[in-house]
């Protein structure tokens, strides 16, 4: 079985400053991807960025980056430079070869002007 | 643009109906999900899809069923709706690429309210 944590319901941050959104996970399998999903308030879910396991390069899309420690098995992420529009619920999701995703309780940021 | 879409935002139904939740997607994409989302639960797999007429249970398939008679098209279906089920679902869907998950794409959501 797989699981995913965050740990972290609410989180808010300062436009401008940066923030670090947790996540945790479990799985026995050895090839596996993690992803980081928006969801905008009354939005649709869109991906934010992803992380292939086997790959030690932390991933980065513009102003956002993880820190993957796969020994640890977890998977930030740093959101630098915030945004008004970076308001959201960020979810955390583990695939595997199958396709499904396991995802976490999700996080709400906040971002304060 | 991956466009996946929800056949209803908002849905009120009673007790003992019979609910159909329908979703479409326009990119040829083979696999299919259903998910509900509740608060401090985040999202969990009602039942996926990787090919027509192919189905296979999610973490949470008790109470629902699902139908894929064409690609593009993934309904999920609420055999006697229960005030449990009131949530909101989520549709999704990805390419088919073995062995890799592959990015998933969500339409807008269903806000079923069952009294």
């Known amino acids: 079985a797989q699981t995913v944590t965050q740990s972290q319901p609410e989180m808010s941050v300062q436009e401008a400053e940066t923030v670090t959104l947790s996540c945790t996970y479990d799985t026995s399998e050895s090839d596996y991807y993690l992803f980081w999903y928006k969801q905008p308030p009354s939005r649709q879910m869109i991906l934010v960025i992803r992380?292939?396991?086997?790959?030690?390069q932390n991933a980065t899309e513009n102003r956002f980056s993880v820190n993957f420690q796969k020994a640890a098995k977890s998977f930030s992420l740093k959101i630098s430079d915030s945004q008004l529009g970076d308001a959201a619920m960020y979810f955390c999701?583990?695939?595997?070869?199958?396709?499904?995703?396991?995802f976490g309780q999700g996080t709400i940021l906040t971002v304060h002007p | 643009d991956v466009k996946v879409t929800q056949s209803s935002r908002y849905l009120v139904k009673r007790t003992g109906e019979k609910v159909f939740l329908e979703c479409v997607q326009d990119m040829d994409h083979e696999n299919m999900f259903w998910y509900r989302q509740d608060p401090g639960l985040g999202l969990r797999l009602i039942y996926f899809?990787?090919?027509?007429?192919?189905?296979e249970k999610g973490d949470i398939p008790e109470g629902y069923s699902v139908s894929r008679e064409k690609k593009e098209r993934f309904s999920l279906i609420l055999e006697s709706a229960s005030t449990n089920q009131t949530s909101m679902y989520l549709c999704?869907?990805?390419?088919?690429?073995?062995?890799?998950?592959?990015?998933?794409?969500f339409g807008p959501g269903t806000r079923l309210l069952v009294l």
């Open positions: 992380q292939e396991a086997y790959k030690q």
């Open positions: 999704a869907s990805s390419r088919g690429t073995a062995g890799v998950p592959e990015t998933q794409y």
């Open positions: 999701a583990l695939g595997t070869s199958y396709g499904k995703l396991t």
């Open positions: 899809s990787y090919d027509v007429k192919m189905k």
